[in-house]
């Protein structure tokens, strides 16, 4: 009985050994975290997440065939050549991108290959509580961002339009592994980067199926292999 019950102790050991071991590993399924908040210095709309752009639009004269139309885009359109009456004013505020020096998940690097390949633009509409007192007096709060026009319907010549957008992260759980001191994508992972997956129930940790219940049956299995012997 004493061997049996030594066989039972040194499972329990090692049981215990591989479920610390098994909660101190990174874990993939930890929230990603960027390093310190994007913030739009002339605006201060500011995210957590991983990019944040700032995309502007003037409602500008251009010329198709000899006819002109207004319309907004994002680029200046060159008015140097057009009759008079169809001037564009310079463009006063360009678009901008501010990306995440570093993200990490549970501490460990995230190799930026991933939040390049997975990542996803979506739009948000920003607090305006820290913008510029110049800038309050030019902008009202438009939509899901900023317009300089009187009549939003009926934009003027010059008239801009502001909107952010900020870098997501779907969950990575099921997406990357631990290589080589970093997160990376999962292999075969990269042939479908970009595509929405559905989410999946469960623990999602990845490459960690757990093996150490094998630990815990061999123990009881050697105890009624004994048990029966000693029968006999």
Not at 119 to 147: C, H, K, M, V, Y
Request: hydrophobic share 45%; with cysteine; net charge neutral.
């Amino acid at each position: 009985m004493k061997a049996i019950a030594g066989l039972l102790a040194a499972g329990c050991l090692l049981v215990a050994t591989a479920v610390a071991a098994q909660e101190q590993a990174p874990a993939p399924s930890a929230p990603p975290q960027a390093e310190g908040k994007l913030r739009d210095p002339d605006f201060g709309v500011r995210t957590s997440h991983f990019g944040l752009e700032r995309q502007v639009e003037m409602f500008q004269w251009r010329e198709d065939g000899g006819a002109y139309a207004r319309g907004w885009s994002d680029a200046p359109v060159d008015s140097a050549a057009f009759l008079p009456g169809h001037d564009n004013p310079p463009f006063p505020i360009r678009s901008q991108r501010w990306e995440a020096s570093a993200v990490t998940v549970d501490g460990v690097p995230l190799d930026p290959e991933v939040v390049k390949g997975l990542g996803q633009w979506r739009e948000f509409r920003p607090a305006f509580s820290a913008l510029p007192g110049n800038l309050a007096a030019t902008f009202q709060p438009q939509g899901d961002g900023l317009g300089s026009a009187m009549n939003p319907l009926a934009p003027e010549v010059g008239d801009l339009r502001i909107h952010w957008r900020e870098l997501v992260l779907p969950p990575l759980a099921e997406r990357i592994e631990l290589r080589d001191g970093r997160w990376r994508l999962r292999a075969g992972e990269a042939d479908g980067v970009g595509e929405a997956k559905a989410a999946r129930g469960g623990d999602s940790r990845p490459g960690r199926a757990h093996w150490w219940w094998w630990l815990a049956v061999v123990p009881v299995v050697l105890l009624l292999v004994a048990l029966r012997r000693r029968r006999h």
